[in-house]
Nanobody, 126 residues
Framework: VQLQASGGGLVQAEGSLRLSCTAS????????MGWFRQAPGKEREFVAA?????????YGNSVKGRFTISRENANKNTIYLQMNSLKPDDTAVYYC???????????????????WGQGTQVTVSS
């Protein structure tokens, strides 16, 4: 199983970036996917997650209203994270992950996820 994340980079505050992540290597029908981030010296933080159907999404408090997670209809193994109004505090390595269907609160826990991508760096300058 592989998860390939891309789209990170350097952006000025108030700018935007779009991350993408594609899972491969097995059938992921009914699996949910999520994004986490980790800044140096900090614990891994939940960012957003989405159900297989794409109809249900949840967000971490620090990104609500600024970030949007979505799932490609044609290929549900691919998800996106549209990040707007970026702040320096958003600087981190962003990881995508995939999990068999769990209760909604469980989507915010790193321990719920079975497979992880390698991460993509997002740096927001002030």
């Amino acid at each position: 199983v592989q998860l390939q994340a891309s789209g990170g980079g350097l952006v000025q505050a108030e700018g935007s970036l779009r991350l993408s992540c594609t899972a491969s290597g097995r059938t992921f029908r009914d699996w949910d996917m999520g994004w986490f981030r980790q800044a140096p010296g900090k614990e891994r933080e939940f960012v957003a997650a989405i159900r297989w159907s794409g109809g249900t999404t949840i967000y971490g408090n620090s990104v609500k209203g600024r970030f949007t997670i979505s799932r490609e209809n044609a290929n549900k193994n691919t998800i996106y994270l549209q990040m707007n109004s970026l702040k320096p505090d958003d600087t981190a390595v962003y990881y995508c992950a995939v999990t068999p269907r769990v209760a909604l609160p469980g989507l915010a826990l790193p321990s719920s996820y079975s497979y992880w991508g390698q991460g993509t760096q997002v740096t927001v300058s002030s």
